[in-house]
């Protein structure tokens, strides 16, 4: 009897708070998928390539680990807080609409994982491409990006 009070408690507390799930990320189809916590390097590049082709940079947040380092061409470089790589890159990406992005190279196998391709997007009227670079660290033994280049 005191195992099952324990374990309905346990469901409960799961129920109720992500405390036991993780960071939740859109998933491709908008539900709720785990974050960076239980996330190998090739579903964090998926979620990546999700946010970007999807306009949803926001849901990049939980990926970030506690500094990114970023060279943005034609503005930003340096090393950033998660809050303020999140700003950057929302701020990269306003008026600007991804007509087509999936990474080209993923490299997960090692323990510097990467993956880059190329952007190609529209502002103000013009088509015009980027080259997307992202590299992953561990950091508390999860996954996290670590760096974020458009160059």
Do not use: C
Request: aromatic share 10%; proline share 4%.
């Amino acid at each position: 009897m005191i195992l099952l009070t324990m374990f309905l408690a346990f469901l409960h507390a799961g129920v109720n708070s992500h405390e036991f799930v993780g960071r939740d990320l859109p998933g491709p189809h908008g539900e709720d998928v785990q974050g960076a916590a239980q996330m190998s390097p090739r579903e964090i590049f998926q979620a990546v390539e999700r946010g970007i082709t999807s306009g949803t940079i926001g849901s990049l947040s939980p990926l970030f680990g506690k500094q990114v380092s970023m060279t943005i061409r034609g503005s930003e470089s340096g090393v950033f807080s998660s809050a303020q790589a999140l700003t950057i890159l929302k701020n990269y990406f306003s008026g600007k609409k991804p007509a087509q992005f999936s990474f080209t190279r993923v490299v997960d196998g090692t323990s510097n994982p990467y993956a880059t391709g190329r952007m190609t997007f529209v502002s103000r009227g013009n088509k015009e491409s980027v080259q997307v670079y992202v590299s992953l660290t561990r950091q508390d033994s999860d996954w996290v990006l670590s760096q974020f280049n458009l160059y």
